[in-house]
């Protein structure tokens, strides 16, 4: 399985960024998905999983209400629309996959892939 990301960048607080995250390889259609960050020194942070065989989605309290997850199963790419950002929101962020792809998980170990992260920074 192979999961490239793409959006990432340098934004004004109160802005926007999208990133996106194509997945490959033969077992992946049936994966979870969900999106992850990274501060140095941290542990990985969960911020959003869709469940890949249907329509919902579940996000940390701390992104709720501005960022959101969708996907294009036929491309089999998962996005992360994020609006308002703060500077808070300045880390590393990684697209996850792995499980059973109706499950949203929320903690890092459920998944077995990682993208190489996008770095996202919010400028004050």
């Known amino acids: 399985v192979q999961l490239v990301e793409s959006g990432g960048g340098l934004v004004q607080a109160g802005g926007s960024l999208r990133l996106s995250c194509a997945a490959s390889?033969?077992?992946?259609?049936?994966?979870?998905r969900g999106w992850f960050r990274q501060a140095p020194g941290k542990e990985r942070e969960f911020v959003a999983a869709i469940a890949w065989f249907g329509t919902t989605a579940r996000y940390a309290d701390s992104v709720k209400g501005r960022f959101t997850i969708s996907k294009d199963n036929a491309k089999e790419t998962m996005y992360l629309e994020m609006t308002s950002l703060e500077p808070e929101d300045t880390t590393v962020y990684y697209c996850a996959a792995g499980g059973e792809g109706q499950i949203m998980y929320e903690t890092a170990r459920e998944y077995t892939d990682w993208g190489q992260g996008t770095q996202v920074t919010v400028s004050s």
């Open positions: 390889g033969e077992t992946v259609r049936t994966y979870a």
